[in-house]
């Protein structure tokens, strides 16, 4: 039996760009997913899971309040609250029983890119943001370490930080990984209210846009503008081996239930299968055949997410559409 991945439907409620999805962690809560968008805000979706009209999700909630365009979002390990990141500077800790904003994570002093939240019931938060720092956050919206650059004048300054915007941080088991537009990505011990650093992962060649932690905590991916994407040992922080792509790459996932990758890049989403180092499929737009001013190629993918079980992978596009492809079996023809 082989396993293909096709389109099962849409949903439509975000009017930009869908920057970031997230999707429970416990299949019992599969019922939901958020995602934030250029357009400022928050949707909390019911998932339909039908696919009549292609509408396979419902807004129950659209969260505002940030003031510039949201650029990532995350769950709590109980899907009870979901954390927005903006390039208003703020990070907004958000109820997901009833929508309201209950706080507001001042600090940056410029548009925060990204936020997560730890693998140890969410008792730290780390964010990223274009003010070169990253930031180590309580629940409680108290900001208890930053990592900067380190000053040259400064020779026992608390830096090892990144020299230019930080894109992208995620929690791995007992680590942090960050990603940067001067190139890098960096590995951080996590001590208790403090960062400090394991590993520097050189070897992109331009901006890393975006990270991946496996979900045993043992690998990362990463991926930039080089059309590069390794996959780094984070134990002993060595490349392993590298996909490559002609495009840039706008976000990566490992899928929870199949040794997979999945890759958004300018031109489609690239599935790779990590034990074989092949390309298992290239899921792209199907052009509508009744809009003549319809190009597929200026619609691409801008943000992954895999339901729990691994069999739905959620894909939000630069058109402000959240696209729906679910993994179907079929027989595999022999030929004689």
């Known amino acids: 039996m082989l396993e293909s991945l096709v389109l099962c439907g849409t949903m439509h409620g975000h009017s930009d760009m869908v920057t970031a999805i997230a999707t429970p962690m416990d299949i019992n809560n599969s019922k939901i997913i958020v995602t934030s968008s250029r357009d400022k805000s928050i949707i909390m979706w019911d998932l339909t ?48 029983a009833d929508g309201t904003s209950l706080r507001r994570f001042i600090s940056h002093k410029k548009g925060v890119l990204s936020v997560a939240f730890s693998m140890d019931y969410n008792r730290q938060i780390a964010s990223a943001s274009r003010d070169r720092t990253i930031k180590l956050w309580n629940i409680q919206g108290e900001c208890k370490y930053t990592v900067e650059e380190r000053d040259e004048e400064d020779v026992d300054g608390e830096g090892d930080g990144h020299s230019d915007w930080v894109n992208c941080v995620r929690f791995g088991h007992e680590s942090l990984v960050s990603c940067s537009r001067d190139g890098t990505v960096k590995v951080w011990d996590l001590k208790f209210n403090k960062i400090e650093p394991r590993h520097n992962l050189d070897g992109h060649t331009g901006y890393v846009n975006c990270i991946a932690v496996s979900p045993d905590g043992s690998v990362c991916a990463s991926g930039g503008d080089d059309g590069v994407i390794p996959i780094w040992d984070l134990a002993k922080g060595k490349r392993l081996f590298s996909f490559y792509v002609e495009s840039n790459v706008h976000a990566l996932c490992f899928c929870p239930s199949r040794y997979w990758l999945c890759a958004a890049t300018d031109h489609s989403i690239r599935i790779w299968d990590l034990k074989n180092k092949d390309v298992r499929q290239d899921l792209k737009v199907p052009i509508d055949i009744n809009e003549e001013e319809n190009d597929d190629e200026s619609i691409h993918c801008t943000s992954l997410s895999w339901s729990a079980d691994g069999n739905t992978l959620f894909g939000g596009y630069s058109d402000g559409v959240v696209r729906v492809w679910a993994i179907t079996t079929f027989a595999k023809r022999l030929v004689f």
């Open 49 to 96: 899971n039908k696919n009549d009209d292609y509408d396979y999700g419902v807004p129950r909630f659209c969260l505002t309040g940030h003031s510039r365009c949201v650029q990532d979002v995350t769950l709590s390990s109980d899907s009870q609250y979901a954390l927005s990141s903006s390039s208003d500077g703020e990070l907004r800790l958000w109820d997901l």
